[in-house]
């Protein structure tokens, strides 16, 4: 409740705090070409929870190529637990945190 009042009246959030994810580099490629790569963005355990749960969804085996393709490129899996920890990354939302402009200084 105190970030969210805090946000809501101005006031430095936790987050503000957080050294920054991005380097001068990245908010300058992100200028220029609207994304920017965020490496070790979470944890390889993290990763391979969201890929399986992605092949699980579809489908397919990740040591079958062949059942990799014919699918939507869009996956609604939104609400996912797996996908939900990686957005809570403290690295993810430090990215977004300052691509929102809320901590830009790199």
Do not use: K
């Not at 987050?15 to 992100?30: C, G, I, S, Y």
């Amino acid at each position: 409740m105190r970030r969210l009042n805090a946000a809501l009246s101005g006031e430095a959030a936790d987050w503000d705090a957080a050294e920054p994810v991005l380097t001068a580099d990245d908010l300058e490629f992100w200028d220029e070409n609207g994304y920017v790569v965020l490496h070790d963005a979470v944890s390889p355990e993290q990763c391979r929870a969201a890929a399986q749960a992605i092949y699980q969804f579809l489908g397919m085996d990740p040591a079958e190529p062949d059942s990799w393709y014919g699918h939507d490129i869009w996956v609604p899996l939104l609400h996912h637990p797996a996908l939900w920890a990686n957005r809570a990354s403290p690295r993810i939302r430090g990215a977004f945190a300052q691509l929102r402009d809320e901590h830009r200084s790199p």
